[in-house]
């Protein structure tokens, strides 16, 4: 083997373990939504919480609130101090953040908590993916970005493992703090992982110091690929420079208007289909059917299975077929699924045979949903913004997009609770079907234009 085979396999470790250190924070972004999945139904108990339907919905919903706003500035500090920096940051917020959940003695303590864990999850969610797309060469980028987002289902994935693993092991009722604290351990994974991890050469050059991003370069690509990167990225950032970006005021004009709105749209989208209920609620939901704490805890790992396979189809799905025949398809496994469980949660209503009916039921609106319209979704809201925009227009969708699954998950269970299983399934389902139609209109219209 020669010394240029060496150094290409060296520097193609290199890569690989930067990809796997920096995606930790997309693990502790899964572990940190999904955990409180299986730790509410004992965190609700007399001794321990007491929650009710209200203080459970904020309780839950409280890191979404606090991941709105930490991507709305995790973007802005990433691009001041830069991206290594911030995920070391964020990855002691996390921990912190983790311990004060785990330890909280009552509900605002909790909620304070939960909102600062928020604020690292959101800041997560736009800084590691920026620092590996920087990172990563260009017939890499789309792999090293993606595994991001396998990082996330598989963090909730871990998570209702570990829940269902302590929740029939263990018989204290405080449970819920182990299944909270164990989210410090990726915590401090990813923080001493990111003090061997080199900075974005991107950043680096953004800051005028070529020197230093051409030597990180170097150690992560071939003398030439570094010499021609570095180039690509001056002009880039020449281009960016150059270019008067949008602001708020902007949205006045007609063609900025829409295309912010169909971001938004795109966004709205993938939360009113109720996904995140699932993913925040999935035990509660199967207790509400007739299941036992134990077996919803081991029940709801089967929606965390199939969310990482259909992540992982859907994902090689996304370069054989359209964007929008995939959105189309995966709306109505969306519809058909949240109105089969509406159905039966009423029809089989005190049967044996409904919590099991309801788990299959889930598992099928997953894979249609992870499946089809989660990669659409940030596929397109990536495409759609030209460059003077991009910034207004992912910021605006992004934010409305974590504040639609913060009111959604804080109205889950009081839903639940007043109007029970059934009728809150058939909301998601209707407010599915106007998508559907919106939809379908839309790509009639475009075909009408393409014949005229």
């Given amino acids: 083997m020669t010394t240029n085979d060496l150094s290409a396999i060296e520097r193609k470790k290199k890569l690989s373990k930067i990809t796997w250190i920096a995606t930790f924070g997309g693990l502790l972004f899964g572990f940190d939504t999904g955990v409180i999945n299986g730790a509410l139904p004992f965190m609700s108990l007399p001794d321990q919480l007491n929650l009710n339907a209200f203080t459970e919905g904020l309780v839950s919903s409280s890191l979404i609130f606090g991941a709105a706003f930490g991507a ?26 983790t311990l004060g959940t785990s330890f909280a003695p009552n509900v ?21 993916p920026t620092f590996l797309s920087e990172m990563s060469p260009k017939e890499r980028r789309g792999r090293m970005v993606t595994q991001n987002e396998f990082m996330i289902v598989t963090g909730q994935l871990l998570a209702y493992v570990t829940n269902a693993v302590l929740g029939n092991t263990v018989a ?9 604290v ?15 991890v080199p900075e974005s050469p991107r950043w680096y ?32 950032i020449e281009l960016e420079e150059n270019i008067e970006k949008a602001s708020m005021k902007d949205l006045a004009v007609p063609w900025i208007r829409r295309i912010v709105l169909l971001g938004i749209g795109l966004a709205v989208i993938q939360q009113i289909t109720g996904v995140n209920s699932i993913m925040y609620y999935g035990t509660e939901i199967l207790r509400d059917a007739g299941f036992g704490t134990q077996a919803a805890l081991i029940g709801n790992v089967a929606n965390g299975a199939i969310a990482v396979i259909a992540v992982i189809i859907g994902i090689g799905l996304l370069g054989k077929f359209g964007r929008r025949p995939m959105l189309i398809v995966g709306q109505i496994g969306v519809i058909v699924s949240l109105t089969l469980i509406a159905i039966f949660s009423n029809v089989l209503a005190g049967t044996a045979a409904l919590p099991y009916v309801v788990l299959s039921l889930t598992v099928t609106f997953l894979a249609f949903m992870q499946g089809a319209i989660a990669p659409v979704t940030w596929l397109m809201l990536a495409e759609i913004f030209p460059l003077r925009l991009r910034g207004l227009g992912m910021g605006v969708s992004v ?37 559907l139609g919106d939809l379908k209109q839309n790509s009639r219209k475009k075909r009408k234009g393409a014949l005229s």
């Fill in 72 to 97: 709305v500035f995790g973007g802005q500090l990433s691009d001041k101090f830069g991206r290594r920096k911030l995920i070391l940051w964020l990855a002691i917020l996390f921990f912190f953040s």
């Fill in 108 to 128: 605002p303590i909790m909620v304070i908590s939960r909102i600062f864990l928020g604020l690292a999850v959101g800041g997560a969610s736009v800084t590691v």
């Fill in 172 to 180: 204290d009722p405080g449970v819920w703090r182990i299944m909270l």
């Fill in 182 to 196: 164990i989210a410090t351990i990726p915590a401090v994974v990813l923080w001493i992982g990111m003090l061997s």
């Fill in 205 to 236: 050059a953004a800051k005028g110091k070529m020197g230093d991003a051409l030597k990180i370069l170097k150690d992560i690509r071939n003398i030439q690929q570094a010499n021609t990167e570095l180039k690509e990225i001056k002009d880039n």
């Fill in 399 to 435: 934010f409305l997009l974590w504040m639609t699954n913060f009111v959604i998950s804080f109205l889950f269970p009081i839903l639940l609770e007043f109007v029970g299983l059934s009728v809150t399934f058939f909301v998601f389902a209707a407010m599915c079907k106007i998508v």
